[in-house]
Nanobody, 118 residues
Framework: QVQLVESGGGLVQAGGSLRLSCAAS????????MGWYRQAPGKQRELVAV???????SYADSVKGRFMISRDNSKNTVHLQMNSLKPEDTAVYYC????????????WGQGTQVTVSS
């Protein structure tokens, strides 16, 4: 079993910055891709950014150039630096991890609220 614990959400004005962090409690299982998703009220959950265990990254077009994902494999942590925040970035942000070697399993954090005021 793997638990993902997020931190760093909050309220910020448009143009401001926030940094989200997620710690995975797994010393046994291989953690592959880690990423961040978000879900705004009335909308489907969408991918924000993902990073492989080797450090390759991918971003949603809406956040390219503003957000940066990073990870520390030695600590099983992933971070999302969010700059130039916009009101449309307001959502619950969820940490996600793909865990396993032969069988792959998806794990989710509990979510952290990010609110950007105009």
């Amino acid at each position: 079993q793997v638990q993902l614990v997020e931190s760093g959400g909050g309220l910020v004005q448009a143009g401001g910055s926030l940094r989200l962090s997620c710690a995975a409690s797994s010393s046994t299982f291989s953690i592959n891709d880690m990423g961040w998703y978000r879900q705004a009220p009335g909308k489907q959950r969408e991918l924000v950014a993902v990073i492989s265990s080797g450090g390759s990254t991918s971003y949603a077009d809406s956040v390219k150039g503003r957000f940066m994902i990073s990870r520390d494999n030695s600590k099983n942590t992933v971070h999302l630096q969010m700059n130039s925040l916009k009101p449309e970035d307001t959502a619950v942000y969820y940490c996600h991890a793909v865990v396993g070697a032969i069988g792959l399993y998806n794990y989710w954090g509990q979510g952290t609220q990010v609110t950007v005021s105009s």
